[in-house]
T-cell receptor
């Protein structure tokens, strides 16, 4: 069982570059989300999706775009990377919305220089 | 708004000591409550959950009771092991379309032999 797969695991970007963090799940979950984890801040929700073709903003959406063309995939795009986006990013999926178990990927550690 | 507050860490214990990590919440409805654990270099995984008042969640020797009167969901373990060293997150979630898990800031536990 692959579960939730994130790529890459590590990435260094220069300020102003763009990139896409990939997330795929094989559990046929409708609900997917992206969080960022920063020291002393816990996990903060960036964007989420309740199904293919439906996305919405979370707590900290600025500077990020998402789309959900299939149930399996939920990529996160950084449009123009900034040092403030240096963080660890986690993708999660769940069968339904917030009251069911969320399954997390292993994370992407992003450094913007 | 809805939120979760956990005790600040790090918590440092000797093997076989008793563990308590405090968690309180603020919520307008009737959330489900969760404890997630993050081992070094990994994503979060569900440790235990409770879906209604007075429910007790338990797993791997850890337990927590949903206390509506004190809005708390404290994590306890009678005898910790070195392998329990990790970051622990308290979270709440609602059975409502378009909602996501809300996390506390996390508590780092370090257990020495």
């Amino acid at each position: 069982n692959a579960g939730v797969t994130q790529t890459p695991k590590f990435q260094v970007l220069k300020t102003g570059q763009s990139m896409t963090l990939q997330c795929a799940q094989d559990m046929n979950h409708e609900y997917m989300s992206w969080y960022r984890q920063d020291p002393g801040m816990g996990l903060r929700l960036i964007h989420y999706s309740v199904g293919a073709g439906i996305t919405d903003q979370g707590e900290v959406p600025n500077g990020y775009n998402v789309s959900r063309s299939t149930t399996e995939d939920f990529p996160l795009r950084l449009l123009s990377a900034a040092p403030s986006q240096t963080s660890v990013y986690f993708c999660a999926s769940s069968y339904r919305q917030g009251n069911t178990e969320a399954f997390f990927g292993q994370g992407t550690r992003l450094t913007v220089v | 708004g809805d939120s979760v507050t956990q005790m600040e860490g790090p918590v440092t214990l000797s093997e076989e000591a008793f563990l308590t990590i405090n968690c309180t919440y603020t919520a307008t409805g009737y959330p489900s409550l969760f404890w997630y654990v993050q081992y070094p270099g990994e994503g979060l995984q569900l440790l235990l959950k409770a879906t209604k008042a007075d429910d007790k969640g338990s797993n791997k020797g850890f337990e927590a009771t949903y206390r509506k009167e004190t809005t708390s969901f404290h994590l306890e373990k009678g005898s910790v092991q070195v392998s329990d060293s990790a970051v622990y997150f308290c979270a709440l979630g609602f059975n409502q379309a378009g909602t996501a898990l809300i996390f506390g800031k996390g508590t780092t536990l370090s257990v020495s032999s």
